[in-house]
């Protein structure tokens, strides 16, 4: 089983891309976990350039995501939703729409911000954007208000109720993931 | 001289099935300002109607057997948000009682969406058997019945800039079956 990580996120310091990491700890020894970094490099969604070969990034998104079972997301808040660069590369994943590669592809979704409430409101967003694009969205979050304060120097969340609620985050999507896999077996 | 004809009260006896070609589930829905349709195939459903009148009426239709007029519909139809084709693939049926009255009929059975079951009366006409042209012999049902989607978690909606919702709750189904002698 294969879980690929992606953080809505892009500076080097990410507490997105730390919450990743911490998740992707409590994946079970037999799971291999991808960070996917390639958000940076996906050009702005067109119709136009949305042809067959598709831009060398949105192929090797697209690829990266069909290449695993399940998808974990972390997205940080701005305005009140998510980043717009990952709403791009979530467009640019949905097509075409009928044969998406999320299509049925279990994900979940969990958040930090830098303020108290752990950017509910953009993790809320993205699961109608992904139940939109047709994946089988877990229900489970994780908000890591004053993302400040909950990592140690060596990235690891520091915060035990949210390291459990992050277990249980986790568990589930390996849950769902294994229900997949063995129907398709 | 008049004739009396006594209504009939029971079901062709024999096995029948479903013809798959001819036979489908048609649905309306109240969506935004008129009525959206649509219907699922090809059906696959068995009665069989003893000589002591006992009848078995089972059925179902592939999720993925919805037609709509756009591909794209039907992948959002079939998704996990509705109904999770994936994890669900069937739509089921199993009649627990049929009344007849003449060309009138009544069945009452229980209906499987999205791995939720609920009992339901569906009301139509039947009509008597009869040679077709492929030599065999078939009769037809027109069956009626009304749901409540949200009963079988078809919870999607999408307000319209009133609030209001887009796509009604209540749903009509109306089954069209050619029944082939066996």
């Given at each position: 089983m294969k879980v690929l990580g992606i ?27 991808e960070?996917w970094?390639g958000l940076?490099?996906v050009?702005?969604y067109?119709?136009?350039?949305d042809i067959d070969p598709a831009p060398a990034a949105v192929a090797h998104l697209r690829a990266a995501i069909a290449g695993a079972d399940a998808v974990l997301f ?12 990952l709403k791009n590369a979530l467009d640019w994943a949905s097509r075409p729409i009928a044969t998406n590669v999320l299509r049925n592809k279990p994900v979940v ?17 993205l699961?109608?954007v992904l139940t939109a694009i047709g994946a089988r969205v ?39 993931t294994?229900?997949r896999v063995?129907?398709a077996? | ?70 591909e794209n519909?039907?992948a959002h139809?079939q998704s996990p ?5 994936e ?96």
């Amino acid at each position: 089983m294969k879980v690929l990580g992606i953080s809505g996120s892009l500076r080097g310091g990410s507490h997105n891309t730390k919450l990743l990491r911490a998740a992707a700890e409590f994946l079970p020894p037999y799971v291999e976990f991808e960070l996917w970094d390639g958000l940076k490099a996906v050009p702005p969604y067109d119709e136009d350039d949305d042809i067959d070969p598709a831009p060398a990034a949105v192929a090797h998104l697209r690829a990266a995501i069909a290449g695993a079972d399940a998808v974990l997301f972390a997205t940080p808040e701005y305005n009140s939703s998510i980043p717009g660069q990952l709403k791009n590369a979530l467009d640019w994943a949905s097509r075409p729409i009928a044969t998406n590669v999320l299509r049925n592809k279990p994900v979940v979704v969990v958040g930090a911000s830098a303020g108290a409430f752990g950017a509910v409101w953009a993790q809320g967003e993205l699961r109608k954007v992904l139940t939109a694009i047709g994946a089988r969205v877990v229900d489970a979050e994780v908000a890591v208000g004053h993302a400040d304060e909950r990592f140690s120097d060596d990235g690891a969340l520091a915060d035990e109720d949210l390291r459990d609620q992050l277990r249980e985050t986790v568990d589930m999507l390996v849950e769902e993931t294994h229900l997949r896999v063995a129907a398709a077996a | 001289m008049s004739t009396i004809t006594e209504a009939k009260h029971s079901l062709p006896t024999g096995t029948w099935n479903v013809d798959p070609v001819h036979s489908q589930i048609g649905f309306a829905v109240e969506y935004v300002v008129g009525t959206f349709r649509g219907s699922f195939s090809p059906l696959d459903a068995k009665l069989a109607v003893g000589e002591d009148g006992t009848t078995k009426l089972v059925g179902s239709v592939p999720v993925a057997g919805v037609r709509v007029q756009d591909e794209n519909l039907s992948a959002h139809l079939q998704s996990p948000e509705f109904f999770d084709a994936e994890r669900t693939p069937d739509i089921s049926f199993s009649a627990t009682e049929v009344r007849r009255s003449g060309d009138e009929i009544a069945i009452a059975g229980d209906l499987t969406i999205k791995g939720t079951t609920h009992p339901i009366e569906a009301n139509g006409t039947i009509t008597d058997p009869a040679d077709d042209p492929y030599g065999g012999v078939r009769f037809g049902l027109k069956l009626e019945t009304t749901i409540d989607r949200t009963q079988f978690g078809l919870n999607w909606n999408n307000p319209l800039p009133n609030g209001k919702p887009s796509l009604a709750n209540d749903v009509k189904l109306a089954a069209e079956l050619y029944l082939v002698k066996e």
